[in-house]
């Protein structure tokens, strides 16, 4: 189980980065910084310039430290907080239609993940790990 335990917390983590570097990286890229500001603003986010590469950092730079494991906790924990905001703010407006409650419960689910690398750490197999900076809590001693 040990053996089990030394490569699914990496793969999960890889699961869970995914989406956040994909979303981070196409507002960065392929939108860009502008387009994605603009986005914003025709649906209502204030500052929409200033929250545009606020959702850059925190999704692309978030994504790729929890994939390295890097600060992965305190880190987990900024995007569980970024999914429940994001989550009640922007998917569950009072006009919600289906799509927007399928991404609500999704963001909820991804905190709930989060949550769990915020707890448990980012395990054996991370740069936490490696540089001695993770202390191990509760059922990752073994890992």
Request: net charge positive.
């Amino acid at each position: 189980m040990d053996n089990l335990r030394r490569y699914a917390i990496p793969l999960a983590r890889l699961l869970l980065a995914s989406l956040f570097i994909w979303s981070g990286w196409t507002k960065l890229f392929d939108f860009g910084p502008a387009g994605t500001a603009g986005f914003f603003a025709s649906n209502g986010v204030p500052v929409p310039a200033v929250a545009a590469w606020i959702a850059i950092i925190v999704e692309l730079g978030g994504g790729i430290l929890i994939l390295i494991g890097l600060q992965a906790r305190w880190v987990a924990l900024a995007l569980a907080v970024w999914c429940l905001v994001t989550g009640f703010g922007w998917h569950l407006p009072a006009t919600a239609k289906m799509h927007d409650m399928t991404n609500f419960y999704k963001n909820l689910t991804m905190a709930g993940g989060f949550l769990y690398v915020f707890i448990y750490g980012a395990g054996v197999l991370s740069l936490d790990r490696m540089m001695g900076t993770d202390k191990t809590m509760g059922a990752e001693k073994t890992a």
